[in-house]
């Protein structure tokens, strides 16, 4: 696995890697990390198409995620410590 690309972001860091031809963009904020797997021939134009997919909607919805993420692990962690 290379890290072939990271795209500058205010809330995130994101990475692009090459692995068994995947792309596998993983992004992550803090202690959390989402990650996507996509088979490099299902994309026209390489790694330029990855940066197509990562367009303002879907980072929108990975930052609604990772609130989503942060809060359903704090519940479970006060679960555990209280």
């Known amino acids: 696995m290379r890290i072939i690309a990271e ?13 068994n031809n995947k792309f596998i963009v993983k992004i992550e904020q803090g ?3 989402q990650s996507y797997k996509i088979p490099e021939m299902d994309l026209t134009d390489g790694v ?4 197509e997919v990562l367009d303002e909607e ?6 609604a995620r990772f609130t989503e993420m942060r809060k359903d692990f704090k519940n479970a962690y006060f679960r555990y410590n209280y």
């Open 58 to 63: 879907f980072l929108k919805a990975v930052a």
């Open 31 to 33: 202690t959390l990390e």
């Open 48 to 51: 330029n198409s990855v940066f």
């Open 7 to 19: 795209l500058p972001h205010p809330d995130f860091k994101i990475s692009i890697l090459n692995m």
